[in-house]
């Protein structure tokens, strides 16, 4: 019995170095692709991504991102950039027009000082952009300016509907960040945030089941939720102010191995 | 005077090996008991499972105040999401792991084989989830350059 004991004994102690030994190798061998994967994305962040690659998209699926309520959604009839899980940088002016899915009338080409601006005025309603392509763990930062008060700016990603959509919001003081799920909001968190008069970035993160909501570069918001279908990337404003937006960065975040 | 040295980013790296060590030491100890059984030994594992609990617990919440407070790190914000279910996996886990452990041992008082060696199974996957959690900690620091300056 005693024999036996010890038998085992040795074996787990054996099965325990065999098993601290793999984990060394494979942090080794993961550390030196999760370089290779770093050094890769260094390329792609800044990229103005090429407009009309391959990927066609139905016209009816592109009409249920129909997030302003009760307003007509003028389609634009351009190419689908085809953009699924690539970084893009957006910059307001013509040419980037095209990188939309649509746009609502009330938003336009306007400038703000010399630069070329989006500008988003609801009128009460609400005023919406998608872009193209389908992303799913993503960084997304829009450059935005409050330009007259009294306007909500949502930004969203993982949106596969109208009803279907994540978000991160400032309304008023306030910074919200939730989901939209069968048509129904379920906030993960908010916090009372400064809003800028001047122009400001606004990020969110969706890694896996962690979602924050980041004003100029610092974190505010941080709430969990189950992982979501990849999906779009859209701006929503609502209320009776104006937004400009110039400027909006996506990047598809690494996973993990 | 400042209790953090000024080159640390938080309370989290200084507190995180307690843990680990102390909890990798009563796996061991477990797994020694299946051929050493000894009072002492018992009373020793006992003690290091509720200290690494203990510490598993100022750990997780030092570490979420840590991955709070990093400014935007879209290349690691992944790997510390990751990081952050393993870490609350491991403090789950463990403080389970203590419970059943003064539970077999001191209220069951039981020190048949078959119960030591269910420890030590249970001990063993605790080991597993614990090496996760510090192998995408040691990401965050190494692969990533989290909370290093420079």
Redo the contacts between chains.
């Keep these: 019995m005693k024999t036996n004991m010890k038998k085992i004994t040795y074996f787990l102690m054996a099965m325990t170095l065999v098993f601290a030994m793999s984990c060394g190798s494979k942090s080794g061998a993961e550390a030196e692709e999760g370089h290779q994967h770093a050094e890769g994305m260094e390329h792609n962040e800044g990229e103005e991504h090429p407009q009309g690659e391959a990927g066609e998209h139905p016209k009816d699926e592109a009409g249920e991102h129909a997030h302003a309520e009760g307003e007509g959604h003028d389609m634009q009839n351009m190419d689908h950039a085809g953009m699924m899980g690539e970084a893009f940088t957006w910059m307001a002016g013509k040419e980037a027009m095209g990188m939309m899915e649509y746009k609502t009338d009330n938003i336009t080409l306007a400038t703000s000082g010399e630069e070329d601006v989006l500008m988003f005025e609801p009128a009460g309603q609400s005023a919406s952009c998608m872009f193209k392509g389908k992303q799913g763990n993503v960084g997304v930062t829009a450059t935005v300016k409050l330009e007259k008060p009294d306007a909500t700016v949502k930004l969203l990603h993982h949106s596969t509907g109208k009803d279907n959509y994540e978000f991160v919001a400032i309304e008023g003081n306030t910074m919200k960040l939730g989901r939209v799920e069968n048509g129904e909001e379920k906030i993960l968190d908010t916090k009372e945030v400064s809003v800028p008069n001047d122009w400001f970035t606004l990020t969110v993160t969706a890694a896996g089941t962690h979602f924050k909501g980041y004003l100029n570069g610092e974190m505010i918001t941080h709430g969990h939720a189950d992982e979501m279908s990849p999906g779009m990337l859209g701006i929503v404003v609502s209320g009776n102010g104006a937004v400009s937006v110039k400027k909006v960065e996506a990047t598809p975040l690494e996973a993990e191995h | 005077m400042e209790l953090l040295p000024a080159w640390a980013p938080g309370v989290h790296p200084l507190i995180i090996h307690f843990p680990i060590a102390l909890l990798s030491l009563a796996v061991?100890l477990t797994?020694?008991d299946?051929?050493y059984s000894r009072k002492w030994l018992t009373k020793a594992t006992a003690g290091l499972y509720l200290l690494g609990s203990l510490g598993a617990i100022a750990s997780y919440i030092s570490g979420r105040s840590a991955a709070?407070?990093?400014?935007?790190n879209?290349?690691a914000?992944?790997?510390?999401?990751?990081h952050?279910?393993w870490g609350l996996y491991t403090l789950l886990y463990f403080l389970a792991m203590t419970i059943i452990y003064y539970l077999v041992k001191f209220m069951l008082k039981q020190d048949k084989?078959l119960f030591k060696?269910i420890l030590?199974v249970l001990a063993?996957a605790g080991?597993?989830i614990l090496?996760q959690t510090a192998?995408?900690g040691?990401?965050l620091v190494?692969?990533y350059g989290l909370g290093v300056q420079n």
């Design positions: 061991g797994v020694v299946l051929a709070d407070s990093i400014g935007l879209l290349k914000e992944v790997a510390i999401g990751t952050s279910d084989i060696v030590a063993l080991f597993f090496a192998e995408y040691g990401r190494f692969e």
